[in-house]
């Protein structure tokens, strides 16, 4: 069955860094679009991140600069490198896998930006 296994998740200190691993299984992978999203409490989920299946990528404009999308097609892997973190970076951040009307979430992974 369809799988997206999101880690790397955790409590950071403001300006740190992390690394967000999405493992996706069930599907061609390579053929999917895989994208971030994350959601604050009390707000609505928004997207980070997209790197389309030609590697083109886009990102919201809070974090242009300081996050990276990236893929590894061999295995079967999307990334969200994430530096110079802060506190509105708080969020459940959540993998997702479109193709066509084919949409998939991971269970999603927390990320705590404080001092």
């Known amino acids: 069955q369809v799988q997206l296994v999101e880690s790397g998740g955790g409590l950071v200190q403001p300006g740190e860094s992390l690394r967000l691993s999405c493992v996706a299984s069930?599907?061609?992978?390579?053929?999917?679009?895989m994208s971030w999203y994350r959601q604050a409490p009390g707000k609505e989920r928004e997207l980070v991140a997209r790197?389309?299946?030609?590697?083109?990528?886009n990102y919201a404009d809070s974090v242009k600069g300081r996050f990276t999308i990236s893929r590894d097609n061999a295995k079967n892997t999307a990334y969200l490198q994430m530096n110079t973190l802060n506190p509105e970076d708080t969020a459940v951040y959540y993998c997702?896998?479109?193709?066509?009307?084919?949409?998939?979430w991971g269970q999603g992974t927390q990320v705590t930006v404080s001092s």
């Open positions: 997702n896998a479109r193709w066509v009307q084919n949409r998939y």
């Open positions: 069930g599907f061609p992978f390579s053929s999917y679009a």
């Open positions: 790197i389309t299946s030609g590697g083109s990528t």
